[in-house]
């Protein structure tokens, strides 16, 4: 099979330009990618073929040119696409792993059920895997989920809601909690339709209060669930000072990171970052990719794990900042970041994730390096979905003083598209709403560029881009 077409790609500056690409290939024997007639991606087996219909543009491409990933790329990822073999219209999940191609044996990610985390990973529209603002794409195959009658602007919400819904199932709130979405434009509107999805499936009595500083989100989200609003615009934040349990930060900002901090009693869920230091860390957009937590060092968080995990944490590394003893039970690592990598490398890890269970830090710079002991490369040396406690003097630091305190900061990304795609077919009335209310502009994809000076504005929800 030979695909031709042309397509905008953004650039470093964050303008795009035009590129010719040339698909060649087929599921079976894997594809070649051209880009201006020259070679440009090689795939193996487990790819489909799509004729891309819309794709949304969300807070991740508006700061792409910031992330730690090659530009220039087609991007785009909230995609509604045909199927070319099975002419379906379907979603896409975005990351493309072993587990997703359908290779045998799969890697060892897959096999502890970690199926969007193997290092080295493509992610489509967003990690070299060209993506939704093409007239094409490529995909693995089981990736590719059928939406049947829902409509294509639901269709495109998929994947924030299943990542908004995510978060609401890693950080779940419990009876008598207060618990706000800050920032809720387009994911946080749809995190406040995930939480009060779950209260209504659950039978969990929580309250839900919307934190923005735009009347009009504000609205939106008390249609979608949320009991009470709050406008920044007239309420000291003093008011909300230490008022809510769980704080779900979707804003990608540090003034919203720093906020979410001071409201927050237990727990804030980092949604949303933008490549850029927070608080003194450089990495924090790459914990969240790697949905870890940061948390205080005591007997309980020795054991953390993730909802359904099966496992105790034997293996730790401890900083050499670290003072406090840790239990006789565990396997302690204490050495620098240099040597950490070396063993992670070595026998010791042969027959296992090669990722320590949790790591314990003193300060910053050492969790910093934990998240990322090897500039330019993806590798953290605490496991996906593990833990960094913190153990040390916060020395200033809003978000140190927060763990220190007693806090958690949780963080993930993708979610689960078959169980979200199930609850939207499952409540009609949920998808109309999100289509009719959250998508507010629509452009023709030769107008890309306009449609992301129309998203990066405070006024826009969900702006889709449409190929005709």
């Not at 709050?230 to 230490?242: G, R, Y």
Request: hydrophobic letters at 40%.
């Amino acid at each position: 099979m030979n695909i031709q077409f042309q397509a905008l790609e953004y650039r470093i500056d964050g303008k795009f330009q035009s590129a010719d690409y040339e698909f060649e290939g087929d599921m079976e024997n894997g594809w070649q990618i051209h880009r201006n007639r020259k070679k440009h991606l090689k795939l193996g087996k487990g790819y489909r073929l799509l004729r891309n219909r819309m794709c949304g543009i969300c807070a991740t491409d508006l700061s792409r040119r910031f992330l730690p990933f090659p530009l220039p790329q087609v991007i785009g990822h909230e995609i509604v696409a045909i199927d070319m073999e099975t002419m379906e219209k379907s979603v896409v999940e975005i990351n493309d792993t072993a587990y997703y191609r359908g290779e045998q044996p799969m890697d060892i990610y897959c096999r502890e059920n970690l199926y969007t985390h193997t290092p080295g990973r493509m992610v489509l529209g967003i990690d070299r895997l060209p993506g939704g603002f093409g007239t094409y794409a490529l995909a693995p195959k089981k990736s590719i989920i059928p939406i049947g009658r829902l409509n294509d602007y639901a269709g495109v919400l998929v994947e924030p809601f299943a990542a908004a819904f995510h978060a609401v199932l890693a950080s779940t709130p419990e009876n008598g909690d207060s618990v706000a979405v800050v920032g809720p434009r387009r994911l946080g509107t749809l995190l406040v339709a995930g939480l009060n999805a779950f209260r209504k499936s659950s039978g969990i009595d929580f309250e839900i209060v919307a934190v923005a500083r735009h009347r009009d989100l504000l609205d939106l989200c008390h249609c979608f669930g949320s009991d009470r609003e709050i406008d920044l615009q007239t309420v000291d934040e003093k008011q909300i000072h230490k008022q809510f349990d769980i704080v779900y930060d979707t804003t990608g900002t540090e003034s919203g990171f720093r906020l979410s901090l001071s409201m927050a009693k237990k727990e804030i869920h980092l949604k949303s970052t933008n490549g850029q230091p927070v608080l003194g860390l450089k990495n924090l957009t790459p914990l969240v990719v790697d949905e870890l937590s940061i948390l205080p060092f005591n007997e309980e968080t020795i054991h953390f794990k993730w909802k359904n995990e099966n496992r105790d944490n034997p293996e730790i590394f401890v900083a050499k900042g670290v003072t406090p003893g840790i239990p006789a039970d565990r396997s302690v690592h204490k050495l620098d970041c240099t040597a950490a990598v070396k063993l992670l490398q070595g026998t010791l890890f042969q027959d296992r994730l090669p990722r320590f269970d949790l790591a314990i830090a003193s300060s910053s710079e050492e969790i910093d390096s934990i998240i990322r002991p090897v500039e330019g490369s993806d590798i953290s040396l605490v496991r996906p979905r593990g833990a960094i406690l913190f153990a040390g003097d916060a020395a200033g630091n809003p978000l140190l003083q927060f763990i220190q305190d007693g806090g958690r900061l949780r963080s993930s990304r993708c979610g689960d598209f078959e169980p979200a795609i199930r609850l939207l077919q499952e409540n009609p009335e949920l998808s109309d709403a999100m289509s009719h209310f959250l998508v507010s502009h629509v452009f023709p994809c030769s107008e890309l560029e306009k449609a992301f000076q129309y998203a990066s504005k405070s006024s826009s929800r969900k702006v889709v881009v449409k190929h005709l």
